[in-house]
């Protein structure tokens, strides 16, 4: 008797691409295998699995998650900035703006 076996997208996005790679695996599969399976790790050697955060069709998940047939794997960049504080800081330009906008008139 055959092994079941199941298709895995992995996606790694760059700022200007994505790489996707389509990988079978056993059924059963975890996340840690589709990713060290894919390739992306050699391809890529600033991924690291303990830093880089994962999911599976945009929701976080962890290493050891059991994957289902079809399911996309996304390896995710670290943040540039944090949302907040760039929020922030157009919050604080806009107010200077509608100051010098009113001295104008």
Not at 2 to 20: G, N, S
Not at 26 to 49: D, H, K, M, N, W
């Amino acid at each position: 008797m055959t092994e079941e076996r199941i298709r895995i997208d992995v996606c790694y996005a760059l700022p200007a691409r994505q790489d996707l790679v389509t990988v079978q695996l056993p059924a059963g599969s975890t996340v840690q295998q589709a990713v060290e399976a894919s390739g992306l790790l050699a391809r890529y050697p600033e991924i690291e699995l303990g830093k880089n955060k994962v999911g599976i069709f945009a929701k976080l998940a962890k290493l050891d998650t059991a994957l289902r047939d079809r399911d996309r794997v996304e390896i995710y960049r670290p943040l540039i900035a944090d949302p907040k504080e760039v929020r922030k800081q157009r919050a604080a330009e806009g107010k200077v703006m509608k100051k010098g906008a009113g001295e104008a008139e």
